[in-house]
């Protein structure tokens, strides 16, 4: 640093400082670097040529605070001192270290130079390693191995669809629902959220959140694949040093099996007082409970039981969370109807058990064909559905080939006949953010496949 700097020389400073085991950092009034020690070079583990002229903006630097959770600029020493005005006294910062993810932990002192505005205003921070006494142990180690879920997300914005970004979850919660922590960071909590969560229950974590309080609740939520989960969840705000509401963590536990269970109990207690009334009334009370449970079952069937495939409801709830995932990264949806050709004379000819046998056939080639994350099912009778997430149309085409060609190739052997089956499709695409009906999407499609099939069969079409 030359003296026109800052005229350590003469004061015979720099060499003491050259020499101290406490890092030192020097920083102009803009927060860039100007001088830093031999021991902060090595406490920060950075060159000399990454730390001067570095401002408090540069994005090498990750400070988190005393919780592990990231530290807003404003948080900054530099920038706390140049906005308060007041020294800094033993604040403990720590630093992730981007080569090994690790965080080492500092003892932090800060003060002003100068007057603010002058050419001769520096702020000076002093810090020292503390990270064997703050850290005996991983913090992070017991989050991770929780067997609760944890979600932590920001505060600063929770209204949809931005908000309240995902910054941090546990692999308890990637073991739960499937996603991974890159598919989640920076997205939403709603994207666990589905047609049958319980609206009150959301509208309560809101009006909680907006207002920074502590928040319980159960809900239901649906896991990457559409399976639906009860969570007992409690959310907590988190604070800053400077007592400002930052960040909200959620601490989640799945009680499926518990509500499983109560269910089951209240209906067991039901049976109990139908056995004190009369044999007509218990006989009533009997049938309407067991129409009631056969009814329930019906509805929470969610696979077709002749081709193993998801059913309609299952679909719907499939396609309802990929167009949300679409429209979130402006994508395009293909929402595909299939229906097996002359599929009726198969039937009479051969009868329903071998129209079933080539139903199940062409169910395997189709989830064979599609991957995980789309949307496929039996639509009902000899058509099925599928829907996939695209960027551009010909991602469509190449799909609709494979299905054409897989189903046209297959031999089915009938008694004693080879047979060979064709189908025909019709495909509709549209950016996700156009669809404001999904029955649009269906009737679009289905249009599709029915010239399809006037124009010879064995064909597909595309809008």
Not at 236 to 263: M, Y
Not at 316 to 331: T, W
Not at 411 to 438: H, K, M, P, R
Request: charged content about 25%; overall charge negative.
């Amino acid at each position: 640093m030359s003296s026109a700097i800052i005229d350590i020389d003469n004061l015979n400073i720099k060499n003491i400082l050259e020499h101290a085991h406490i890092g030192v950092i020097i920083h102009r009034a803009d927060t860039s670097v100007v001088y830093a020690n031999p021991a902060a070079i090595k406490l920060l583990n950075l060159s000399y040529d990454q730390l001067i002229g570095k401002d408090a903006y540069d994005p090498q630097w990750a400070f988190v605070d005393e919780n592990g959770l990231p530290l807003e600029h404003n948080s900054y020493p530099v920038n706390q001192v140049l906005n308060s005005k007041q020294r800094i006294e033993n604040k403990t910062i720590g630093l992730i270290d981007h080569t090994s993810k690790d965080i080492a932990w500092f003892m932090v002192n800060a003060y002003m130079e100068g007057h603010e505005g002058a050419k001769n205003c520096f702020i000076v921070v002093t810090f020292s390693d503390i990270t064997e006494r703050v850290k005996p142990f991983s913090a992070e180690d017991i989050l991770e191995n929780a067997q609760d879920i944890i979600i932590v997300t920001e505060a600063d914005n929770i209204d949809y669809p931005e908000g309240p970004k995902i910054v941090y979850v546990n692999r308890a919660f990637e073991k739960l629902t499937g996603y991974t922590k890159d598919e989640v960071i920076g997205e939403s909590p709603r994207i666990l959220q589905g047609s049958l969560t319980d609206k009150e229950a959301r509208k309560s974590i809101y009006q909680a959140l907006r207002k920074k309080q502590s928040v319980s609740q159960t809900l239901l939520n649906y896991d990457k694949c559409g399976r639906p989960y009860w969570i007992d969840m409690n959310i907590i705000p988190l604070k800053n040093n400077s007592g400002q509401v930052t960040h909200f963590a959620a601490i989640e536990r799945d009680i499926s099996q518990i509500k499983f269970h109560q269910e089951q109990l209240a209906n067991r207690n039901n049976d109990l007082k139908a056995l004190k009334a009369n044999l007509e009334k218990r006989v009533r009370e009997r049938t309407l409970s067991l129409q009631q449970a056969k009814t329930q079952l019906e509805s929470m069937a969610y696979f077709d039981p002749l081709t193993q495939l998801p059913n309609r409801r299952f679909f719907s709830i499939h396609l309802s969370k990929l167009i949300a995932a679409a429209k979130r990264r402006k994508e395009m949806i293909a929402l595909g109807l299939i229906d097996i050709d002359n599929f009726k004379s198969v039937n009479d000819t051969f009868g329903h058990n071998a129209g079933d046998e080539i139903l199940k056939k062409v169910a395997e080639i189709i989830s064979d064909l599609f991957r995980h994350e789309d949307a496929i099912c039996r639509y009902g009778g000899e058509e099925f559905a599928f829907s996939i997430m695209i960027s551009q149309k010909d991602q469509a085409e190449q799909a609709c080939d494979r299905l054409i060609q897989a189903i046209r190739d297959k031999q089915y052997q009938l008694e004693e006949t080879n047979l060979t089956i064709t189908a025909s499709i019709g495909v509709f695409t549209t950016l996700a953010e156009n669809i404001d009906n999904e029955h649009e999407l269906f009737r679009n499609a289905d249009s599709l496949m029915y010239k399809a099939k006037q124009d010879g069969k064995n064909r597909y079409y595309i809008d």
